[in-house]
């Protein structure tokens, strides 16, 4: 079974290879198709990152992101708010998914655009009304994701479908980890090189197991959906010229720059 599994372009359809690190240089053994789909078979095509191959999201969701709010306590008292009695879930669409590197651009309709960096769990298959002790078997794996969130539209809006579901508000990647233990690893953000935000997924109200059974309940979850599991206090704005960086402990970095169009 494969540990880290990459999505990638080197300039033609994306494709998909594991992740083998050597040093300070990372290769990708390309595989014949997508692993949501198909067994897991290598070609024999090694490439190396960088030199035209470039990271893409790890994975588009054919139907959704279900994203998770106030699942921290320290995140839920900073901004005022009390500790949800049960899981607080919203939608992003999957147009708001883009990846390592590309840039998170700021909306015309905000001024306060926030970044937060969370867990993110890849459904591997269909699943409705899993249970906790089973949910695990339906992950395929995990993923470092940022919930950026216009602050002033989530204010104004009630809901928060535009506050969180603009184009780029999803930034995900840089692959996806297979192997990964959610209970207790460090989840952390920077910008511009300084540390915002440094928690822990053992501090989450509702873990990881839990988000994927009661979500089910409600919405069947398909292969390549997307779970976001909250994030840990620390949060802030953004502004154009920024570089964000949100890290998951056991995966890696997904680093993005800030830019508004003109």
Same mark, same amino acid.
């Given at each position: 079974?494969?540990?880290?599994?990459?999505?990638?372009?080197?300039?033609?359809?994306?494709?998909?290879?594991?992740?083998?690190?050597?040093?300070?240089?990372?290769?990708?053994?390309?595989?014949?198709?997508?692993?949501?789909?198909?067994?897991?078979?290598?070609?024999?095509?090694?490439?190396?990152?960088?030199?035209?191959?470039?990271?893409? =999201? /790890?994975?588009?969701?054919?139907?959704?992101? !279900? #994203?998770?709010?106030?699942?921290?306590? %320290?995140?839920? +008292?900073?901004? *005022?708010?009390?500790?949800?009695?049960?899981?607080?879930?919203?939608?992003?669409?999957?147009?708001?998914?883009?990846?390592?590197?590309?840039?998170?651009?700021?909306?015309?309709?905000?001024?306060?655009?926030?970044?937060?960096?969370?867990?993110?769990?890849?459904?591997?298959?269909?699943?409705?009304?899993?249970?906790?002790?089973? =949910? /695990?078997?339906?992950?395929?794996?995990?993923? !470092? #994701?940022?919930?950026?969130?216009?602050? %002033?539209?989530? +204010?104004?809006? *009630?809901?928060?479908?535009?506050?969180?579901?603009?184009?780029?508000?999803?930034?995900?990647?840089?692959?996806?980890?297979?192997?990964?233990?959610?209970?207790?690893?460090?989840?952390?953000?920077?910008?511009?090189?300084?540390?915002?935000?440094?928690?822990?997924?053992?501090?989450?109200?509702?873990?990881?197991?839990?988000?994927?059974?009661?979500?089910?309940?409600?919405?069947?979850?398909?292969?390549?959906?997307?779970?976001?599991?909250?994030?840990?206090?620390?949060? *802030?704005?953004?502004?154009?010229?920024?570089?964000?960086?949100?890290?998951?402990?056991?995966?890696?970095?997904?680093?993005?720059?800030?830019?508004?169009?003109?």
């Amino acid at each position: 079974m494969p540990v880290r599994i990459a999505r990638f372009t080197t300039g033609d359809d994306p494709r998909y290879g594991l992740v083998q690190q050597e040093g300070d240089r990372t290769f990708l053994a390309v595989l014949t198709g997508d692993p949501l789909y198909m067994p897991v078979t290598p070609t024999g095509e090694r490439l190396e990152l960088g030199d035209g191959v470039r990271l893409l =999201a /790890p994975v588009i969701p054919r139907s959704k992101v !279900v #994203a998770v709010g106030r699942n921290y306590a %320290d995140h839920a +008292r900073e901004m *005022g708010n009390e500790v949800p009695s049960r899981p607080m879930v919203f939608l992003k669409p999957n147009t708001s998914v883009v990846g390592p590197d590309d840039p998170i651009v700021l909306p015309d309709f905000s001024q306060e655009v926030s970044y937060e960096a969370e867990l993110a769990v890849v459904i591997g298959r269909l699943a409705k009304d899993v249970s906790p002790e089973a =949910a /695990p078997a339906y992950v395929l794996g995990y993923t !470092v #994701a940022n919930d950026v969130t216009a602050r %002033d539209a989530q +204010r104004t809006d *009630g809901q928060w479908a535009r506050a969180k579901g603009f184009d780029s508000a999803c930034p995900l990647g840089p692959w996806i980890d297979t192997d990964l233990n959610p209970e207790d690893v460090a989840v952390r953000s920077r910008v511009n090189g300084e540390t915002k935000q440094d928690g822990r997924t053992s501090d989450m109200v509702f873990d990881v197991a839990y988000l994927v059974s009661y979500i089910s309940e409600a919405m069947t979850l398909l292969p390549g959906d997307v779970i976001l599991t909250g994030t840990p206090a620390g949060v *802030g704005l953004i502004d154009v010229g920024d570089r964000v960086e949100c890290e998951v402990e056991g995966i890696g970095v997904l680093s993005n720059p800030v830019l508004r169009r003109g």
